[in-house]
């Protein structure tokens, strides 16, 4: 069995694991949205895209290919 130290540094580590894989999910759906919307749009449209899609997503609805 595992003492109660070690099973709390495994927890904080299985935690740090988690975060980290959580967070390169979040940064990958982002890269992939901004750049589906770099290859729609040129130019000052994509700032305008950018901001719509901002904006309709801050409810989490919207999905870059829908722009």
């Given at each position: 069995?595992?003492?109660?130290?070690?099973?709390?540094?495994?927890?904080?580590?299985?935690?740090?694991?988690?975060?980290?894989?959580?967070?390169?999910?979040?940064?990958?759906?982002?890269?992939?949205?901004?750049s589906i919307i770099a290859r729609?749009?040129?130019?000052?449209?994509?700032?305008?895209?950018?901001?719509?899609?901002?904006?309709?997503?801050?409810?989490?609805?919207?999905?870059?290919?829908?722009?």
């Open positions: 069995m595992l003492s109660d130290t070690a099973s709390k540094a495994l927890l904080q580590k299985l935690a740090i694991v988690a975060m980290v894989l959580l967070f390169a999910m979040i940064l990958h759906k982002g890269i992939t949205d901004v729609k749009h040129s130019g000052q449209q994509f700032w305008v895209a950018m901001a719509k899609y901002f904006i309709g997503n801050l409810a989490g609805g919207k999905s870059a290919s829908d722009l």
